[in-house]
C-alpha cells in the first residue's frame, strides 16, 4: 500500500499524466471537512460504471459520480470547506485526491448549459437517485 501512494505521488509531482491511473479495491468517498478539519459530511463514488451515475476524472483517475455528487462538491466548496477523495480499506483512509471540485464540474459532465442551470436551481433534485445516506440525513433533518 505504501509504494502505491508513494508511485501515485511521484507521478501526481511529476506533471501532466497521460494515461489514467487505475484504482485499487475499496470503498471511495468524497469527504467534505471543516476549515478546522471537522468531518462535515461524505458521498461515495464508484469505480465501476452504474446506472445513473456518470463518469469523472478526479486527479488522473477515472470515478462514476451522481450529478448531484458533482453539484454537492460545487456547494461545499463555495461554502468554504475542503474537500478530498479518499478509499476506505480495513479501518483505514487513504488520499486519493484533493480539491475534487477544482477538477470536475457540472459542465465537464457532458451536460447542455440549459440543463446544469436547470439541475443548479433544483439543487440537484433531478437526479432522482438519492443515496442511502441522503434519505437517512433529510429524515433527521425533519425531525428538528
Not at 477523495?85 to 484533493?98: D, F, K, P, S, T
Amino acid at each position: 500500500m505504501k509504494k502505491e501512494l508513494a508511485l501515485f505521488a511521484a507521478l501526481s509531482l511529476s506533471g501532466p499524466v497521460q494515461a489514467q491511473m487505475p484504482v485499487s479495491a475499496g470503498d471511495y468517498y468524497i469527504r467534505s471537512q471543516q476549515p478546522s478539519g471537522t468531518f462535515f459530511g461524505y458521498h461515495e463514488v464508484l469505480t465501476e460504471p452504474k446506472t445513473g451515475y456518470v463518469r469523472a476524472v478526479y486527479c488522473d483517475t477515472v470515478f462514476w459520480v451522481r450529478k448531484s455528487t458533482v453539484l454537492w462538491t460545487e456547494n461545499e466548496a463555495k461554502a468554504g470547506r475542503h474537500l478530498f477523495i479518499e478509499m476506505n480499506l480495513n479501518g483505514g483512509r487513504q488520499l486519493i485526491c484533493a480539491d475534487p471540485d477544482e477538477q470536475v464540474r457540472l459542465e465537464d459532465l457532458g451536460m447542455k448549459e440549459a440543463e446544469v442551470r436547470r439541475f443548479r436551481a433544483s439543487n440537484g433534485q433531478l437526479d432522482q437517485k438519492k443515496s442511502r445516506m441522503n434519505v437517512l440525513s433529510e429524515a433527521f433533518k425533519q425531525r428538528k
